[in-house]
Structures are given as structure tokens and as C-alpha cells.
């Protein structure tokens, strides 16, 4: 069964640093993985989309990679602002024959102090 | 495009009670997904239908749980009858094709006292 892990649980950091929010999971044989943010009391919204085949992707000042090998995804967020401040999960899709549902890591709760 | 609409936003009912979750997907896509999600499992899948048929309901929790889509606009999730346990969040979503990204409506806040 696939688990998907993202540490850290909780960040806060200071506006206007680079971070790195990580995520792994433990069976490879993925067919893609969704990074996506939630505001409270909201829904989540799709920042970025990694198909297995590929390395990376980049929006904005975001970037997520993938090493699917080794089981492991992270988001970049460059020059972070307090409106970056939201939970940010990450989801992947396994492999094989139909339209499978995500499964997700509980996500990273991100603060950036004004 | 209005996005992922579901109704109602907040849902607060007696345990034993039945409970009735909407959700209209974005027009034109041929997949929906129901999630639950909690504090303590964070984000579930119950079931996901492709071109209104049901592929996998592995995740309903009980026989309680039951969802339709009778047509490609419109889906619902019935909790018959409710119990406290059943205090979640539920989202739904929905995605054009295969490997397109998943769009997840504000889901409904549902609490059973």
C-alpha cells in the first residue's frame, strides 16, 4: 500500500526566504504526483503536476522535482511571501491500467512572518 | 469556468440522521472523485466514478455510505444513518483525462452531534 510522508510537519520562516518542503513515497511505480496548497477552510488548489517521466516542473517562483527512483518529490519556493502562508500537500497517482485516486501525505502547515 | 461546486458548505445534523452531499463537477470532465478528509487521516478517497459509472468504492467506510453521479453534472454522497464518527470534511474533485491535474470543489464541513 502506497504511504506518502512529508516532512516537516510545521515551518515557519521569516518573508523573503528560499524553502524546501519535502515529500516521499514508498512504492515508485507512480504515474504522476500533484502538489497542491489548501487554505483554510478551503479546498486545494493545484500548484504543479510532475508526470513519472519527467524531472521537474516550474510555475512562478515554485518548483517541484521529482526522483522517482529513490521515492522522493520536493517543492522549491523561492522569495517566499506571507501570502505563500497555507498548507501544502503532495499526492501521487500509481501506476497500471485505470484512473486510479491520489493518495496523500498529510501535508506541511507553512507560516512566512511578515 | 465556475470550478468544483459543492453544496452545502456546512452541514450540522443529529446522529441517526440522513445526510445528503452535492457536488457539480467542472463541465467536461470525465472523472469524479469524493474524499474525506481528517485531522487524524488527513485526506481519503471513497470512491471515484469515470464517465458516471463507479470504478472503485473501496474506500466507503460502511454500508451507510453510498454515492451516485445519474448524470455527468451532478453526483451525490449519502450517509444513511449518520454517526459522530462521520464528522469530517468532504471534498470532491474532478479531472478531464487520465494524467490531467485533479480540481477540488471548498467541500462540505459536515458535523453529526
Known amino acids: 500500500k502506497q504511504e506518502v510522508t512529508q516532512i516537516p510537519a510545521a515551518l515557519s520562516v521569516p518573508e523573503g526566504e528560499n524553502l524546501v518542503l519535502n515529500c516521499s513515497f514508498t512504492d515508485s511505480a507512480i504515474y504522476n504526483l500533484q502538489w497542491f496548497r489548501q487554505d483554510p477552510g478551503k479546498g486545494l488548489t493545484s500548484l504543479l503536476l510532475i508526470q513519472s517521466s519527467q524531472r521537474e516542473q516550474t510555475s512562478g517562483r515554485l518548483n517541484a522535482s521529482l526522483d522517482k527512483s529513490s521515492g522522493r518529490s520536493t517543492l522549491y519556493i523561492a522569495a517566499s511571501q506571507p501570502g505563500d502562508s497555507a498548507t501544502y500537500l503532495c499526492a501521487v497517482r500509481r501506476s497500471g491500467g485505470g484512473a486510479d485516486g491520489l493518495t496523500f501525505g498529510k501535508g506541511t502547515h507553512l507560516i512566512i512572518q511578515p | ?113
Open chain 2, 1 to 113: 469556468d465556475a470550478g468544483v461546486i459543492q453544496s452545502p458548505r456546512h452541514e450540522v445534523t443529529e446522529m441517526g440522521q440522513e445526510v445528503t452531499l452535492r457536488c457539480k463537477p467542472i463541465s467536461g470532465h470525465d472523472y469524479l472523485f469524493w474524499y474525506r478528509q481528517t485531522m487524524m487521516r488527513g485526506l481519503e478517497l471513497l470512491i471515484y466514478f469515470n464517465n458516471n459509472v463507479p470504478i472503485d468504492d473501496s474506500g466507503m467506510p460502511e454500508d451507510r455510505f453510498s454515492a451516485k453521479m445519474p448524470n455527468a453534472s451532478f453526483s451525490t454522497l449519502k450517509i444513511q444513518p449518520s454517526e459522530p464518527r462521520d464528522s469530517a470534511v468532504y471534498f470532491c474533485a474532478s479531472r478531464k483525462l487520465v494524467n490531467s491535474p485533479l480540481h477540488f470543489g471548498n467541500g462540505t464541513r459536515l458535523t453529526v452531534t
